[in-house]
């Protein structure tokens, strides 16, 4: 399904959001970001997953001073899917406190609610290796 202009507008910033709701610690605006059943997988990082606006909220406060200091969005793709229901990807570059950056790839299924976009679940991988871990080897297949 095409999306218009200006949902991929609402969509992109919706993504934006989440990182300036994060890292000014606005916690309490989740739900302009996220669907009341959100899930939020960061299982591939090694901190779990969360299902609803509550628990990533605790979630975010649990971790503290091991959450990003910054969240910068990038290279953004949305795909239509079936009406009022879209699939984002994008990739994502943290700052952390002791001055680290890392690269994860996001990937976002959103959903109409409440006449807006919102992301109903999120995934998040790191990115550790170069070409995706392709080698000489793979050649012939990518």
């Known amino acids: 399904m095409e999306l218009r202009a200006e ?3 609402a969509i992109s910033e919706t993504l934006s959001l989440h990182g300036h709701l994060f890292d000014e610690g606005h916690l309490d605006r989740l739900g302009e970001v996220f669907t009341p059943d959100v899930v939020y997988d960061m299982s591939a990082l090694g901190v779990g997953t969360f299902e609803g606006i509550e628990a990533v909220r605790s979630a975010a406060l649990h971790l503290g001073a091991d959450n990003p200091i910054a969240h ?3 290279n953004i793709v949305i795909t239509g899917e079936e ?3 879209a699939t984002a990807r994008s990739k994502g570059l943290v700052i952390l406190a002791d001055g680290t950056l890392a690269s994860v790839t996001h990937l976002d299924s959103l959903r109409r609610h409440d006449d807006a976009w919102r992301i109903s679940r999120r995934v998040i ?6 070409l995706g871990g392709a080698s000489p080897a793979d050649a012939g297949n990518r």
């Open 83 to 85: 009406e009022g229901r």
């Open 125 to 130: 991988s790191p990115q550790r290796a170069p």
């Open 72 to 74: 910068h969005l990038t």
């Open 7 to 9: 949902d991929r507008q």
